[in-house]
């Protein structure tokens, strides 16, 4: 499995709750359009938003940052922040689902 992960940093916690919901949204929007694999989205105290995204295969990635990559210079436009970033290779990962929590 590929991943993208973002690191965004804002200058306060009340920043980065306002930005949230734009980054949700706009890579909510890219869930079944570029068949990604997961999406997390984390919020710290300090105003940090951190974002992994995950992907089947290295077409999928391509698509992704074909339509949607371009998310981070719309957001440079509103907010006042920091990035940074990577392309990796998921080496572990575990999601327990709701099912088997039962």
């Known amino acids: 499995m590929l991943s993208k992960t973002y690191h965004l940093k804002f200058p306060s916690l009340d920043?980065?709750?306002?930005?949230?919901?734009f980054v949700v949204e706009a890579l909510g929007n890219a869930i079944p359009a570029?068949?990604?694999n997961g999406l997390n989205v984390?919020?710290?105290?300090?105003?940090?938003v951190s974002i992994n995204v995950f992907f089947?295969?290295?077409?999928?990635?391509?698509t992704f940052e074909k339509n949607h990559g371009g998310?981070?210079?719309?957001?440079k436009k509103t907010?006042?922040?920091k990035s940074t970033g990577f392309d990796g290779v998921c080496?572990?990962?575990?999601?327990?689902n709701a099912d088997e929590a039962a």
């Open 15 to 21: 920043a980065a709750q306002i930005a949230a919901p």
């Open 34 to 36: 570029c068949n990604l």
């Open 42 to 48: 984390l919020i710290s105290k300090e105003g940090d």
């Open 56 to 62: 089947p295969g290295i077409s999928d990635l391509k």
């Open 71 to 75: 998310f981070l210079e719309t957001m």
């Open 79 to 81: 907010f006042l922040f």
């Open 91 to 96: 080496i572990f990962n575990y999601d327990r």
